[in-house]
C-alpha cells in the first residue's frame, strides 16, 4: 500500500518502474508500452528519462539532481515541478509506481 | 509536430532497427492444418540456453518486441524459460497461438503472470465441425473454447485470428459471434499464402472472390474495418521486411521476415548481429536485395494498376510464385480487385469488377 501523499514532503518521494513495462529509446523520444492497460504510447525526452532513472532507490531530489547536471535546467523549483507533473503522468499509465516511505 | 507512434516506426525504419522478431521455435505441433505454411528440415531445434542467447543478440541490435510461434511454441519443452527471458530483458512478449494447450487454468495463470502484451489465437470457424476439419485433429475447437474462457477469466488480451477459405466462409458472422461471447475482437485474412518450401497448394483453400468482395463489403458497413487505398506513389515502402522485422527459424537461421526465406545468417553464429543487420560486418546480399525491392514496389509495382494500392502485395510470395520478387503475382492482383470493388460498393459506384475475366486469375499463378 502506498502512503497518503498529502503530507509528504515531495521531494522524498520514491518511484520504482512496475515490473510487466517495457519501453525503448527511438531516438530522443521513447516508446512505452503497458500490457496491463493495452497501452502503448510516445514518451518525450523527459518523461524518457525519467524512467530510465527511476528505480526504486532515487527520491524526488535525487531525480531534480540528476536532470541538472545533465541538461540547462530552470530553477530548481520549476524543476522539480516539471519533473512530479512527468511522475504523476507516468504513474496514470500505470508505467511507475510510488514506494511507501520507510 | 506531434510524434506518434507511426513517427517512431518511421525512425527503426530509417535507422534499419529490428524492432519486431518472430521467434518460431519449434515446427513441432499438436494440430495438423493441412493449410500450414511451416516447412520442417531434418534439422536439430534450438532450446531454451540457445534462444536466450539469440534474445541477447536481438536486443542488443534494438529489438523490442518478440512474437513467439512455430509450430505451436506452447509445444517447445523450454517455452517457459524462453518466455520469461523475453520479459525479464524487459521486451515485450507476443504469443501466436493455437490455443489448444491453454484448456489449463493452471497454465493460463502462469501465462497471464508474464504480462503479454497480445496473444493471437487462430480460430478456423464457429463451428467444431469446420475448425477441427481444418486443423485435422478432433476436439481442438472444444479445447480452444475451454482456453478462451480461462484467458479471458484471468483478463489475458486475445486476438482471434480467422483466415478465410472455402471451408469456414460461410460462418463468418458466427465467428464474430464466438469472439464477442468471450469478449475478444476477431480478425480476418483474406490471404493464404504457399508454404515455406514454395508448395501452392494451400491456395486451394482461399475463399471465392465474389464472396470476399461481399464480405469485405459488410464488414466496412458495419464499421468493424476501413477500406481506403494506400498511396503507393508516395509510399516509402511496402513493408519492413528486412529492415523493422526479423525472424528466426528453429534451426536459427535468420530472415528478413516470416514470408520470405531468403537466409540473412545463422543468429547462434554471428555474436555481433547488430553489425550484421547494419552493414557494419560487410555487405549481406539478402539484407540489400529485400530492401531495395521493398522500397521499390510500391511504384514499380504497385503504382502503375489501378487496383494496386488496394493489393496486399508481399515480395517474398511473388518470388515463391513467380520466381521474379517485383511480379503483381495473381493472389496479389486479386486481392487488390477484391478491395477496389468493395470500396466502389460500399460507396455506391457501379461496380465495374464482377466474375469476369479481370478476375479470371482465381488466386493462382498467371
Ligand atoms: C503457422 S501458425 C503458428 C502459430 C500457431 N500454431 C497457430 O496456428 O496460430 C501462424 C498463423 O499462420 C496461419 N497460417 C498457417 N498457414 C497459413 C497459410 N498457408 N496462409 C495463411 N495463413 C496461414 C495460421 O492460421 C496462424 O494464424
Ligand atoms: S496450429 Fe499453427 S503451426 Fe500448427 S499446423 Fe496449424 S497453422 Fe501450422
Redesign the interface.
Known sequence: MSEPTTNANPAELVFARR??I???D??G?G?L?V??Q?L???L?GTSLRLLQLVDGRRTVADLVAAFAAEYDAPSAETLEADLLAALAELEGHGAIERLPHD | MSITVSTLMERAYEQSRPITAQLELTYKCNLLCSFCYNAPKQRSELVGDQWLTALDRLQAAGTFTITLTGGEPFVHRDFWRIAEGVRERGLVLKVYTNGVLLADRAKVERYAELAPFDTEISLHGARAATHDRLTGIHGSFDRLMEALGNLSSVGVKVTLKTPITRLNQRELREVDEVGERFGYKVTYDTNITPTDDGDLSPLSLAADKEFLIAFLADQVRRGRRGLSPRPVEKMKQNCGTGRTTVTIDPYGDVFPCIAWRRKVCNILEVEDFAAVWQGRAGRNETLEFVRKVADEVPRSTLAPHEEGGFASFCPAVAEKETGDAYAFYGAARVSGLVKLEAFRRVRGEPGTVTEGERLATDGKPA
Open positions: 515490473r510487466d517495457s519501453f525503448q527511438f531516438g523520444e516508446l508500452v500490457p496491463r493495452s502503448q504510447i510516445v518525450n
